[in-house]
C-alpha cells in the first residue's frame, strides 16, 4: 500500500508497523514500553541472532525508540533517523560522526546559542573550523567555501530572529563543492516543511520542543540517508547519546494529536503577529507571515502554507529594562519558560538567557537587541491571547 495517498495527518496515527512485525507479542492498541536494560537469550546461537537483527541492549538498540525512528522518517520524508538523548546530542554527536580534523563547517550566524557554542567551541578543539556566516545573503555563503568545506549548517527558523535558510540554494552550494547541508527544523517541524525535500542532506529536529508540545519528554532526531544512519548509529552508542525509552513513549503518545496541535499553535502565531505589529509600544515583529517580514515571498515558496510557518515569533519593546518585569508579571497567560513549543505560550529574553554569553555588540549584529522577546505561542484561543499581550504592553507606555 501507497503510505503517500492518504493524509499525513491520518498516516501518522498507524506509523511503526514495521517495527511492531517483529515483535514476538500479540497486537497491542498501543505500543508498550520497554524500559528493560537488556533483553534474555538462552543459547549462544540466540546471542548471535540477536546480534545480527534483534534486541541486545538499551544503548545498542530499543523498540521504542526505533517506533518513533520510524514516525520521523516518515513525516521528514527520509530514508532513516535516529532517537537521541535530547536535540543537542542529535547535532554534536552527527557533527563528531561526519566531520575531522582538518575540515570546515560554514554556519549561519543566526542560529541557537549552544549550538553557536558547539561549532564556536568544542568543534575547534577537535581541530574542525567554523566560520559564521549571515546566510540571508546566499553570496556570502558562496564565498566562505574552502577546499576543506564539508558541511553547511543552519536552521530553517533562526532563533530567536526568525531568518528563513534559502534551504534549496544552500544544497546548491553544498552539493556543488562536495559538502552536505545540515538543517535544524525545530522552530518549523515537518508539519511546515520537509527540509529534505529542498535539497537538505540530514535533518536535526529537538523533539523536546514542539513535537513533544507537552514539556514531559527530552529528545531529538537526526534523519537522513541509510548510508549515513549506518554511520552515524555506532557513534551514538559509543557516545552514550540514545534516547530513552520513557521519552520515546511518551512522543510516540505526543506525535497522535501532533497535527492538531502544531496547525492551531502556528495559526495562533499568524494571528499575534499581525496584532504585535500594529501594536504601538511594538518596533518590530519577527514572523515569516507578515508581509513586512523581509523573507516573507521565500516563506511562502518554502512554507506548506501561510498558516502553517512556525508557531514561533520574537518582537521588539522598547529599551526600558525597569519595565520588562512588569510587563511579564502582567500577562495573564503567557510566562517565562526556558523551553519552546509547549500547549501553554512562553517567552523568553535571549539577552538574559540564550545568548548571555556573547558581547552586546555581536548581538546586536544579529538583531538580537536588549528590548527582543522570544515567543513560542500556545493552543490558547488567539483573541484571548492578543487581549492578553495588548494589555501588558501598555505598560511601556506609562511614565
Known amino acids: 500500500m501507497d503510505d503517500r495517498k492518504y493524509s499525513e495527518a491520518s498516516e501518522v496515527l498507524y506509523k511503526g508497523r514495521k517495527v511492531r512485525a517483529g515483535m514476538d507479542f500479540n497486537k497491542p492498541e498501543v505500543f508498550p514500553l520497554f524500559p528493560t536494560v537488556s533483553f534474555t537469550m538462552n543459547t549462544l546461537t540466540e546471542v548471535k541472532e540477536a546480534y545480527a537483527s534483534k534486541y541486545t541492549y538499551i544503548r545498542t538498540c530499543n523498540p521504542n525508540r526505533d517506533v518513533l525512528a520510524e514516525v520521523v522518517t516518515y513525516l521528514e520524508h527520509g530514508e532513516d533517523s535516529l532517537i537521541f538523548s535530547s536535540g543537542m546530542a542529535a547535532i554534536s554527536t552527527t557533527l563528531f560522526t561526519i566531520m575531522k580534523p582538518g575540515d570546515h563547517i560554514i554556519c549561519n550566524r543566526n542560529i541557537y546559542g549552544e549550538t553557536f557554542d558547539v561549532m564556536g567551541k568544542l568543534m575547534n578543539k577537535f581541530g ?178 501561510k498558516e502553517t510557518m512556525s508557531g514561533m515569533m520574537s518582537f521588539v519593546v522598547p529599551e526600558d529594562e525597569k519595565k520588562f518585569d512588569e510587563f511579564l508579571s502582567s500577562l495573564h497567560f503567557a510566562h517565562y519558560a526556558m523551553t519552546l513549543g509547549g500547549l501553554h505560550t512562553t517567552l523568553v529574553h535571549p539577552c538574559t538567557s540564550s545568548h548571555s554569553h556573547m558581547p552586546d555588540a555581536d548581538r546586536r549584529a544579529m538583531g538580537i537587541t536588549p528590548g527582543l522577546f522570544r515567543l513560542s505561542v500556545g493552543i ?10 495588548t494589555q501588558a504592553l501598555e505598560v511601556f507606555g506609562k511614565s
Not at 517541524?189 to 523533539?207: E, F, M, N, R
Not at 490558547?380 to 499581550?389: N, V, Y
Open 380 to 389: 490558547e484561543e488567539a483573541e484571548d491571547l492578543i487581549a492578553d499581550f
Open 128 to 305: 574542525v573550523e567554523t566560520d559564521l556566516v549571515n546566510f540571508d545573503d546566499v553570496q556570502k555563503v558562496r564565498d566562505a567555501v574552502k577546499p576543506n568545506t564539508k558541511l553547511i549548517y543552519s536552521e530553517v527558523c533562526a532563533n530567536p530572529t526568525m531568518n528563513i535558510a534559502d534551504i534549496a540554494a544552500l544544497a546548491e552550494i553544498a552539493h556543488g563543492n562536495g559538502a552536505l547541508l545540515m538543517i535544524d527544523n525545530t522552530f518549523t517541524t515537518p508539519i511546515a516543511i520537509k527540509p529534505l525535500d529542498w535539497g537538505a542532506d540530514i535533518v536535526i529536529s529537538s523533539l523536546t520542543k514542539f513535537m513533544s508540545g507537552h514539556g514531559d519528554a527530552i529528545s531529538g532526531s537526526i534523519t537522513t540517508s541509510q548510508k549515513l544512519v549506518d554511520e552515524i548509529h555506532p557513534i551514538r552508542m559509543l557516545c552514550g547519546t540514545p534516547g530513552d525509552p520513557y521519552a520515546a513513549f511518551a512522543l510516540m503518545k505526543s506525535f497522535q494529536t501532533m497535527d492538531l496541535r502544531l496547525k492551531k499553535q502556528m495559526s495562533n502565531a499568524a494571528k499575534l503577529a499581525k496584532a504585535l505589529e500594529d501594536n504601538p509600544y511594538v518596533s518590530k515583529v519577527n514572523h515569516p507571515s507578515l508581509e513586512s517580514f523581509p523573507q516573507h515571498a521565500l516563506a511562502l515558496k518554502q512554507f506548506s502554507s
